[in-house]
């Protein structure tokens, strides 16, 4: 099956920082969607973008389907972005969704 | 409701019993998607639904894994003669009807879980 793999898997920033997470993934997509899961457990989605580039505040993120890759960027990191950020998946043809291992982010004031 | 709800949030249980867990996708989503996830891991496929129908079950762990869904609405996920290593959180997922063809698929939301520990 699809293979997804995300980098760094730790990544420690102090607040105000700047970061960019990026996920590999092993064939072609139809979907893919970042999520955050807050030190809580509660996974919110922040993007779905199978191709291209979106905003929203201080995030954004881009994935060039052709290349296989996805790049989540964090501006003026607050420490309410700590916790794990996932990358998902779902190949053409099939009907599921995969999730990368994840990269946990702390941030520290 | 305004989103996924999942019960119970928590759930202790001995060895070999068995348990059921619910999920409540958001009204109208027809996709709903059941995860595993052990402590400080990722996320683990297990089955997905579309309406009542689940076309893949091949992330169900064994045998004694089983989910249904009723009315295009709330699923199951039972676990029967529970082990240790199922000891886990289960996160069940929904989004809005899928398209054929792997085209434009839809955003995912998830529930809170419910964190199964078996003693």
């Known amino acids: 099956g699809i293979q997804v793999e995300q980098s760094p898997p730790d990544l420690i920033l102090q607040e105000g920082a700047n970061s960019t997470l990026r996920c590999n993934f092993s064939d072609s997509v139809n979907n893919l969607q970042w999520f955050h899961q807050n030190p809580w457990g509660q996974l919110i989605n922040l993007f779905y973008?199978?191709?291209g580039t979106k905003q929203n505040g201080r995030l954004s993120a881009t994935t060039v389907a052709t290349e296989r890759y996805s790049l989540l960027y964090i501006s003026s990191s607050q420490t309410t972005d700590s916790g794990v950020y996932f990358c998902a998946v779902d190949p053409y043809n099939n009907n599921d969704m995969r999730f990368g291992a994840g990269t946990r982010l702390t941030v520290k004031p | 409701g305004a989103g996924v709800s999942q019960s119970p949030s928590n759930k202790v249980t001995e060895k070999g019993k068995d348990v059921e867990l619910r999920c409540d996708p958001i009204s109208g989503h027809t996709a709903l998607y059941w995860y595993r996830q052990r402590l400080g891991q990722g996320l683990e496929f297990l089955i997905y639904f579309q309406g009542n129908s689940a076309p893949d079950k091949s992330g169900l762990p064994s045998d004694r894994f089983s989910a249904e869904r009723t009315g295009e609405s709330v699923s199951t996920l039972t676990i029967q003669r529970t082990q240790q290593e199922d000891s886990a959180v289960y996160l069940c997922?929904?989004?809005?009807?899928?398209?054929?063809?792997?085209?434009?698929?839809?955003?995912?939301?998830f529930g809170s879980g419910t964190q199964l520990s078996v003693l």
């Open positions: 997922a929904s989004s809005p009807q899928k398209m054929t063809g792997g085209t434009a698929n839809e955003k995912l939301f």
């Open positions: 973008i199978p191709s």
